[in-house]
């Protein structure tokens, strides 16, 4: 199976550094990319170079936020799945009505947290790269 192609854009470098020792165990074969804010991650899918297979995108992001990323960057099949501490109503149902296909709050433990990590990409990531096989 070809590795599930992951663009995590997070600006919290400990966030960052933990979703990317969980994805380093994950059951499936994940090649991980980071941005660290919303205008990188838009430089970063707008290039050739990185078609992921599913991005996972926090919302409070300096530059450009999570919400704006989604409002410029929408194509059909690329899963987006919002991974951000916004417990906001508002924030969830502008998240949807913007394209994404799933809201996960993160949560505060540990073993909660790699199994949402690790349940993000199996759901949204793996189907596509069975395809790339």
């Given at each position: ?58 919302l409070n992001l300096p530059e450009i936020d999570g919400l704006r990323v989604m409002e410029q960057y929408h194509p059909a099949d690329v899963p ?54």
């Amino acid at each position: 199976m070809a590795p599930v192609e992951v663009l995590l854009v997070e600006d919290n470098a400990g966030d960052a550094l933990l979703a990317s020792q969980m994805l380093a165990d994950a059951p499936v074969p994940v090649k991980l990319h980071i941005a660290r804010d919303g205008a990188q991650a838009l430089h970063m899918l707008s290039g050739e170079q990185l078609k992921p297979d599913v991005v996972i995108l926090d919302l409070n992001l300096p530059e450009i936020d999570g919400l704006r990323v989604m409002e410029q960057y929408h194509p059909a099949d690329v899963p987006i799945v919002v991974f951000s501490s916004s417990t906001r109503e508002s924030d969830k149902l502008l998240a949807k009505a913007l394209g994404a296909c799933e809201y996960i709050v993160k949560p505060s433990d540990l073993d909660a947290f790699r199994d949402a990590i690790w349940g993000m990409v199996q759901r949204w990531g793996s189907r596509r790269s069975r395809e790339k096989v």
